[in-house]
Structures are given as C-alpha cells and as structure tokens.
C-alpha cells in the first residue's frame, strides 16, 4: 500500500504560501498516484478562507482551528501534529524558518527518518527514496538515501519544485480539531510575545531600479567605499548579502534574502556575493543579474545572465573609473 | 547558568573551494582548511556573554574523532570553560538523528540549564538542536538571533523570520537554542589563547561510558544516508564575459546601458 502523503501549508494574512502548491509536484514525484493531503492550522475566519482556497488543488484538507494557533508557535503545533498524523505517513514542509522551527523535532516525535532542504526526488526503491540535497552553501550537491519505510518528515526547499497549478483535486475539508488537542494542549514552555518589526534604513531597496549588491569578497569594512562610488557612478543604490549584514558593516535594511528584503530591481549586481539560495530567494521580477566573483564555481553564477570571474577588490574599480569617464 | 555548546568541525568555505573528488565519493579532502563551523563560533560567543553577566560555566562538546578535538580546544581558548569530546568508532557514519542520540546521552549524564547549537552546519541540515531537544522534552526555538537572560527559569529569544523581522519569545529553562549568525561579534582568538590551553585535558567520552547501544547510532542506525558528492548540471548559467579588463569593461557598459543599468 501506498504511503500517506502530507504538506503542512504555511500561511499568512489568509493566503497560502507559495511551498502549498510546489509541495503538490513534490508528493507527485515521490509517487504518482498518491492523494495528498493539506494540513492546516490556524484560528478562525482567515483559517477557513485558506482551507477554502487550498481544498481546490488538495484531495483532502484537515483543519486544525485553535485560538492558540492564530499565531503558530512551533511548540504547540508539534504535540497536535504528533497526535492526528499517521506513524508510517510521509510529511512534507517547507524548508523556511517555520519549517526548521517544526520538523526536526517533529520527525523525533513521529519516529520518523528525516530529510532536510530536498531540492529533488529522484525515485523510491525498496522503501528508500532518492533525493538531491545541496551542502557547503550550494556549491556541491548530493544524492542522499532516505529510508521512509517507517514514515518521514522531509523538508522541501522552497522553489526547487515546480507550482502545480492544476488545481485539479477539490478535496473535502476535515476538521482534526477535536483530536489534535484531546488529551490538553502543550507547548506552554514557549510563549510568543510579538514581531519586532524590521528597522527602516536610510534607502528603501525594495524601491531601487539597480542595485549595486556586496558580498564576502569585499573582505574589508573599508572596501566598501569602493562599492559606493560604482552605485554613484550607475545611480544605483547598494545592497549586500548576509555576511555583511552579521559584521555590521552595513544596516540590516540593506540585506537582500528571505532573512532580509525582497528585492525587485531591473539591474541587479552581484559583487563578491556566493549566491546561497537563502540570497537568490529575495530576487524576484526576473532582473538583469551581472555577476563578479572570483570563485568561477560560485552558485551566483547559475542564476546570472552575464559573469565576469574576477576579484571585485580589482575589476570594481576600474569599472567605476571608466562609466566616470563615459559620462564626463 | 549551566550552558553546554555544541560544535563541529568543518572545512571553512571561505578558505576552500569546495570541489568533488574524482569518483564523486568525497570531496576533494587535500589541503583543506577546517575550522569551527561559524554557526557554532556565535553560539560559544552568545555562551560566554550570558554566562560573564549571570556567572555559571559553559562546556563544548563536539562528536568526532581526535581530529575533531581542535575546535573543542579552539572553543575553550575563546572562552568556554570545559570540553568534551564524544568519540568511538560506533558513532561513524551517524545520520543528524544519530548525532542528536550521542548528544542526549551527553547532555543526561550533566546538568545544563541552556543548551545552543549552531543554526546548521556544513550539510546545511539544522536539524541536531530541534532533534536533540525533542528527544530531552525541552523547548526549542531556532534561527535565534537575539538571547536575554530574564531569571534562572525563563528567557527572552529573539528568532529571525523572514523580511528582516523578529519573532519575540519567552522560553523556559532548560531549553535548546539553534543560533543565527549576526546574534553578536564572536571574538578574535589569538595565539596566545590556543597556547593557554593547548595542554589541557579534554574528557573522551565512549558510547559504551554513554551507555549508548552501538546499533541505535552510526551507520546501522543511519535511516539517512549520503550516496555521493556531484556538481549539478550547469544549465544555462551566465554568459561569462572573456578577454582583458579593459575588453570586459567594453562589454559590460554596453550591456548595462542597454538594460538601463547605468543612470
């Protein structure tokens, strides 16, 4: 018999994550036929118009609708989870800062193997699936085994897999409510105070054309004089990937990433930056991507229209020198 | 407080290109340069700054081999007080579930208030300090990028959500943390500091002085496991500008103006 199939949708101000639909293509390539079923939480109306939206593309929804859950704290939705899913089930989610809040622990409490961040399935043979997983930062990948015979919680990167958009199921909405806290609710230990909002810095990326981004190769604090005067010189505003962000050498407004902004720039260059899929998640509207790194197997490279392997400390320079010139 | 830091030694990325061997079975291993995973050297950092405001000491323990001890060592030379060292041939081969075993049997056999963990590693998994906890029944929070200590039975976690935001959290003790980078500035050790400490003793521990049963972790208790290193199919990838500074700057302004790059 065919293994369950699960997808915890993640949600917010009543719309489903973009995972829920890629979450589909990904069950649909660990196995064909199976029915998938959408598992959601939340609190009240806003729950239900995501169930309502989500049933159109799920064979099965099961609700779990809770005034604890009308912010999710990972802590009280394992217990529930623990409780309504199947031993033996697969569990899919997404691999987001919700996702590695949950799964893990999840896996543990499901006794459940537990394969993190899959980017693809390559097939099951003998209750052992194949799956691509990325290290050192993406710059290698691997081919894992994963023995799901006795269930597994897999975490799925977001946007590996395609969106399925069929939104051919229609399922039935079930609501798990009553058996996800029989027995009292638990998660008590952690308590959600509120969202500290991010801090407006002096520019508004989200707002820029072009975008002159730096990363590790800058090396130096004071090197980034140099980033500011190309910006200058293209009329561009700068921005930067994560490293920079954690040596506070610029302000956290500045960081382009799913921890940071979503950028939407028609010119994006990226100096000295890796890549890392966290980073390439906060580029969206398709941008003219020009890429400069030393390193020629950097990942910034895969996702860029035009490279130049080079160290940007050299090549940042002269180009700033020359559109100078151009311009007079 | 009584904080145990978990660490691992890994090659340093931005030391190394990381490139497959031959037969995709590793990568390449000659003259890489290992260090602690970075994570982990802003947990230790977070460690040392709890305990310098409420006292208490601080252990780091890391799974490996006598190879591994270095970063222990490294670890304890920043700051940290005592370090351990989990190592038997039985642990080989261990998937994160694994590790997260050898890990509770440590944490059972001391008295921690706060155990952290770096936010992932050099697979990029994050996935021992939610495991570990799970297995303890203690509370989790990951990607923890600000840590204030409230009193001995609470603290405030900070964990970075998406956007740039924070998700405020109150967390009772004993709790497992997985932390971010950016949380603080981990200091600089100098060799003076390895010196201090380069004859010390650390502590081995053994599965069987774990009371671990050699076939729950290691490659017999392995659910997950790696089949081989490749480089993925480049596709598309960018069109690579070639020639001399000067004939790549030529393209490159071309190309910017004509995608209204330069205002």
């Known amino acids: 018999m065919a293994q369950?199939?699960?997808?915890?949708?993640?949600?917010?101000?009543?719309?489903?994550?973009?995972?829920?639909?890629?979450?589909?293509?990904?069950?649909?390539?660990?196995?064909?036929?199976?029915?998938?079923?959408?598992?959601?939480?939340?609190?009240?109306?806003?729950?239900?118009?995501?169930?309502?939206?989500?049933?159109?593309?799920?064979?099965?929804?099961?609700?779990?609708?809770?005034?604890?859950?009308?912010?999710?704290?990972?802590?009280?939705?394992?217990?529930?989870?623990?409780?309504?899913?199947?031993?033996?089930?697969?569990?899919?989610?997404?691999?987001?800062?919700?996702?590695?809040?949950?799964?893990?622990?999840?896996?543990?409490?499901?006794?459940?193997?537990?394969?993190?961040?899959?980017?693809?399935?390559?097939?099951?043979?003998?209750?052992?699936?194949?799956?691509?997983?990325?290290?050192?930062?993406?710059?290698?990948?691997?081919?894992?085994?994963?023995?799901?015979?006795?269930?597994?919680?897999?975490?799925?990167?977001?946007?590996?897999?395609?969106?399925?958009?069929?939104?051919?199921?229609?399922?039935?909405?079930?609501?798990?409510?009553?058996?996800?806290?029989?027995?009292?609710?638990?998660?008590?230990?952690?308590?959600?105070?509120?969202?500290?909002?991010?801090?407006?810095?002096?520019?508004?990326?989200?707002?820029?054309?072009?975008?002159?981004?730096?990363?590790?190769?800058?090396?130096?604090?004071?090197?980034?004089?140099?980033?500011?005067?190309?910006?200058?010189?293209?009329?561009?505003?700068?921005?930067?990937?994560?490293?920079?962000?954690?040596?506070?050498?610029?302000?956290?407004?500045?960081?382009?990433?799913?921890?940071?902004?979503?950028?939407?720039?028609?010119?994006?260059?990226?100096?000295?930056?890796?890549?890392?899929?966290?980073?390439?998640?906060?580029?969206?509207?398709?941008?003219?991507?020009?890429?400069?790194?030393?390193?020629?197997?950097?990942?910034?490279?895969?996702?860029?229209?035009?490279?130049?392997?080079?160290?940007?400390?050299?090549?940042?320079?002269?180009?700033?020198?020359?559109?100078?010139?151009?311009?007079? | 407080m009584e904080i145990l830091v978990c660490v691992k030694r890994v090659p340093d990325t931005a030391e190394n290109e990381i490139e497959v061997n031959r037969d995709g079975t590793d990568i390449e291993r000659d003259d890489l340069v290992y260090s602690v995973n970075e994570w982990d050297n802003y947990a230790v950092e977070e460690a040392i700054q709890i305990r310098d405001k409420v006292g208490g000491s601080i252990t780091v323990v890391t799974v490996g081999n006598e190879e591994d001890e270095e970063v222990v060592r490294r670890e304890m030379a920043m700051g940290a007080d005592n370090g351990i060292l989990l190592s038997d041939d039985a642990f080989n081969g261990s998937d994160g579930k694994g590790i997260a075993s050898v890990l509770k049997a440590a944490v059972e056999k001391g008295k921690y208030d706060l155990i952290l963990t770096g936010a992932q590693a050099d697979d990029g998994a994050g996935q021992v300090g939610g495991m570990l906890a799970a297995m303890l029944d203690w509370p989790y929070a990951s990607l923890v990028n600000l840590l204030e200590v409230i009193d001995d039975k609470k603290i405030k976690v900070g964990r970075e959500i998406a956007g740039g935001n924070q998700e405020m959290n109150e967390i009772d003790l004993p709790c497992v943390l997985s932390i971010q980078t950016g949380i603080n500035e981990p200091r600089y050790v100098g060799i003076r500091g390895i010196r201090k400490v380069a004859s010390l003793e650390i502590p081995v521990h053994t599965a069987a002085e774990l009371g671990i049963a050699g076939n729950t972790v290691g490659e017999s208790g392995a659910r997950m496991k790696r089949l081989d290193y490749f480089v993925p199919d480049a596709g598309e990838g960018a069109e690579i500008l070639e020639g001399s500074t000067d004939e790549i700057i030529d393209k490159l302004v071309e190309l910017l103006k004509a995608k209204g790059g330069i205002k």
């Not at chain 1, 309504?84 to 622990?105: N, R, S, T």
């Not at chain 1, 052992?128 to 990167?157: M, N, P, W």
């Not at chain 1, 590790?216 to 910006?231: C, K, P, Q, S, W």
């Not at chain 1, 003219?288 to 392997?309: C, E, L, R, Y």
Request: hydrophobic residues 45%.
């Open chain 1, 4 to 328: 369950q199939v699960f997808a915890y949708i993640i949600h917010k101000s009543g719309v489903a994550d973009d995972t829920a639909l890629e979450m589909i293509t990904a069950a649909g390539k660990l196995n064909a036929d199976a029915s998938v079923t959408a598992v959601i939480a939340g609190s009240g109306a806003e729950l239900d118009g995501v169930c309502k939206e989500v049933a159109s593309s799920f064979s099965e929804v099961w609700k779990i609708d809770h005034e604890t859950l009308a912010y999710i704290n990972a802590e009280v939705i394992r217990p529930m989870l623990t409780r309504i899913l199947p031993k033996q089930g697969i569990v899919l989610i997404p691999h987001e800062h919700f996702g590695m809040d949950l799964a893990p622990g999840l896996s543990v409490k499901l006794d459940a193997a537990y394969l993190p961040d899959a980017v693809d399935f390559e097939g099951i043979e003998d209750g052992k699936l194949k799956a691509v997983r990325e290290e050192y930062g993406g710059q290698v990948s691997t081919h894992v085994l994963c023995d799901i015979s006795q269930g597994a919680v897999i975490t799925i990167r977001p946007g590996s897999f395609k969106a399925d958009e069929s939104k051919s199921a229609g399922g039935n909405i079930v609501d798990k409510t009553a058996e996800a806290v029989e027995g009292g609710l638990a998660g008590g230990v952690r308590r959600f105070l509120e969202i500290a909002e991010a801090e407006v810095g002096d520019v508004d990326i989200t707002k820029s054309d072009v975008l002159v981004s730096v990363g590790r190769g800058i090396e130096e604090e004071e090197n980034l004089e140099m980033v500011f005067d190309l910006a200058k010189a293209m009329g561009a505003d700068v921005s930067c990937s994560r490293p920079i962000v954690d040596a506070k050498w610029l302000e956290k407004s500045r960081q382009v990433g799913t921890s940071g902004k979503t950028v939407k720039p028609k010119v994006y260059m990226a100096l000295g930056i890796s890549g890392s899929f966290q980073h390439l998640g906060g580029l969206k509207g398709a941008p003219f991507i020009v890429a400069v790194n030393k390193n020629v197997k950097a990942p910034i490279f895969q996702a860029a229209d035009v490279g130049i392997v080079d160290d940007i400390l050299d090549f940042v320079p002269e180009l700033t020198d020359r559109i100078n010139e151009i311009k007079g």
